[in-house]
């Protein structure tokens, strides 16, 4: 069965420290590869997304993640944490189904940034 | 920026009654969706529709679940008759016809079915 894992329901980090927030996948084929963060009470904002190309993705707000084909890992980085950055962050991929945009998301890991 | 747009932001009905949970989305996408969030459980697809119809739906998206574009500019999701576990963040969501596009989320629909 397709599904995304975050294994950290929580990351915590001091501001200013780097930060990664885990994602793998099983999916078969290539898919397209995403993150997107919630804030309390709001949406999904998207972050950056793979498809092809350099396996690192640069996106919104300085972050940006690694794609690693042989590990099916999509991980997220930052190197300098912000307080503001302190959100819900989900890891989502599309099958390569050819056809529509459904995505498979992963249970988010809860991001902590610390002064 | 364009934004899709949800509401209300929070529906509160009895069990057994009908809800209608409201959705625009951006003005040049093509393709809409419905995702749910049970409270502390991952995003859900629950239907993609694209051309006036529906192109794919998953297991939860039962009988009692209807979408519709009434309009040129509104995207609907109907529960006829809810459950209590119904009750969750009902998130709209729509994209272009590009292949590698991501997805637009509204800011969502807490429906509390009591």
């Known amino acids: 069965a397709q599904s995304v894992a975050q294994p950290e329901d929580q990351v915590n980090v001091a501001e200013g420290n780097p930060l990664t927030v885990k994602c793998t996948y099983s999916v078969s084929g290539n898919p397209y590869l995403f993150w997107y963060v919630q804030y309390p009470n709001r949406g999904l904002q998207f972050l950056l997304k793979?498809?092809?190309?350099?396996?690192l993705v640069k996106g919104s707000y300085g972050f940006e993640a690694e794609f690693n084909k042989s590990q099916t890992s999509f991980h997220l980085k930052k190197p300098s944490a912000l307080v503001s950055d302190s959100a819900l962050y989900f890891c989502a991929v599309r099958p390569p189904s050819g056809g529509y945009n459904k995505l498979i998301f992963g249970a988010g890991t809860r991001l902590a940034v610390h002064p | 920026e364009p934004e899709v747009t949800q509401t209300p932001s929070h529906q509160v009905t009895q069990m057994g009654q009908e809800v209608i949970l409201r959705c625009v989305p951006i003005s040049n996408h093509l393709y809409f969706y419905w995702y749910r969030q049970i409270l502390g459980q991952k995003v859900e697809f629950l239907v993609s529709f694209y051309n006036n119809e529906i192109s794919e739906k998953s297991e939860i998206f039962d009988d009692q679940f209807s979408v519709e574009r009434p309009d040129g500019s509104n995207f609907t999701l109907k529960i006829r008759s809810t459950k209590l576990e119904d009750s969750a963040m009902y998130f709209c969501?729509?994209?272009?016809?590009?292949?590698?596009?991501?997805?637009?989320f509204g800011q969502g629909t807490r429906l509390t079915v009591v």
């Open positions: 793979y498809i092809t190309g350099d396996n």
């Open positions: 969501a729509s994209s272009d016809l590009r292949d590698s596009t991501e997805a637009f």
